[in-house]
């Protein structure tokens, strides 16, 4: 366990990868000096951000390894095609990566629409799908055995989050929630972590459209509830909205947010008017000094004037996963070789635990609290 922690930390600086001699293989998608990847994610428009910065995190660990030789020999090609969150277009998507740039495997996956419509396009193909972004636990689900998610579940951060407000005295938690299969789960979540802390439902719930039309009224139905937090589970302009919109109404809760609330954001759109912002997050801290990997990452990060954050530490985070396990793989990977490898994988990254092993297609229950500035920066 000690000497592959020691491998991983280590992995972007190896010289023996590249000197190692490719073996040829067979699968689609790896040749004696190249191995393809793709991937099907919203790239566009604002639910595009976070992936853009995503990408970015994770270009940063392939074009290391790429240049210093690949992994045994072989250096790596992520192909990228946007589905805009719809599940008919990713798929087409996938169809195509495997059809028309013949692709290997899969990496970061985002969506839980997508994935679960894409699930048997993976298992048909038997290209496994490893790292994710934001998806709901239920189209986990639906992907098992052929897709491996590295962050951890909205269900373990709705348990993080209500233990940490039960320890406060919150007793009248509400939640704010899209509008969408995934908010319902979420919702659903929440409530039952609020009964396993003795209190019989959460205080209220609003479900907000993906395009926040509706976001006052729902405002006004969180404020009639008279809840002490407000847990959000939404994305975009509309979280800042909904905040005002409650402090303008006389309601004065304490907002925290999940993984998918960006919290720089916020506070960009409503600068010195923050009140108090915390967020659950599914990475470790970016900028931490004591952990090696966050310090390579900025280095790295800025060499490439990649901005420093969540997002793109997640990307980053996630591809080091992912060449975990095609170096699990081995010198002759096949598909057969990577689903082995990857349900073979327990590894320490960036200061947290990642399992692959048993019967668990998450990898990491890593969850901590963090305090968003009124200037947009994160304090643990």
């Known amino acids: 366990m000690a000497d592959r922690r020691q491998l991983l930390r280590t992995a972007l600086a190896l ?16 040749s004696e000096r190249e191995i393809v990847l793709g991937q099907s994610a919203v790239l566009t428009g604002p639910l595009g951000t976070a992936l853009q910065a995503f990408n970015a995190g994770a270009r940063l660990v392939f074009d290391a390894i790429n240049a210093s030789g690949g992994v045994y020999g072989r ?126 439902d959460v205080a209220g719930s609003a479900a907000v459209q993906n395009d926040g039309s509706n976001v006052a009224d729902a405002a006004r139905t969180l404020a009639a509830a008279q809840a002490q937090v407000v847990i959000m589970f939404m994305s975009g302009p509309p979280i800042a909205r909904l905040m005002q919109t409650m402090w303008d109404s006389g309601a004065s809760p304490a907002f925290y947010g999940m993984s998918v609330v960006a919290g720089d954001v916020v506070a960009q759109a409503l600068g010195g008017r923050l009140r ?77 635990e990642v399992d692959f092993t048993g019967q668990s297609h998450t990898g990491s229950r890593f969850v901590e609290l963090a305090h968003v500035t009124p200037d947009g920066r994160y304090r643990r």
């Not at 495997?105 to 396009?121: K, N, R």
């Not at 490439?304 to 992912?322: D, I, K, W």
């Open 276 to 352: 108090g912002l915390a967020t659950s997050q599914v990475m470790p801290y970016p900028w931490s000094e004591s952990d090696p990997t966050a310090r390579e990452y900025r280095n790295r990060s800025g060499a490439a004037r990649t901005p420093v954050g969540y997002a793109s530490f997640e990307g980053y985070v996630n591809a080091l996963v992912m060449i975990e396990a095609l170096r699990a793989a081995g010198r002759t990977p096949t598909r057969d070789s990577l689903h082995q490898g990857i349900r073979s994988l327990r590894v320490r990254v960036a200061g947290i």
């Open 15 to 30: 010289p023996w990868i590249a000197r190692t001699p490719a073996a040829f293989a067979t699968d689609a998608g790896v």
């Open 75 to 200: 250096r790596l090609k992520l192909v990228s095609l946007d589905d805009e969150l719809k599940p008919d277009r990713a798929v087409a998507n996938y169809k195509a990566l495997l059809s028309e740039h013949k692709v290997f495997a899969f990496f970061g996956g985002v969506g839980s629409g997508t994935i679960a419509a894409a699930a048997p396009v993976l298992r048909e193909s038997h290209a496994p799908m490893i790292g994710n972004y934001a998806l709901a636990d239920a189209a986990r689900d639906k992907a098992q055995g052929a897709a491996y998610f590295v962050r951890a579940t909205y269900r373990r951060e709705a348990e993080k989050l209500v233990q940490h407000l039960s320890t406060l005295g919150m007793t009248r938690i509400a939640v704010a929630h899209l509008a969408n299969p995934g908010g319902d789960e979420v919702l659903a979540q929440v409530r039952k972590a609020v009964q396993a802390h003795g209190q019989a």
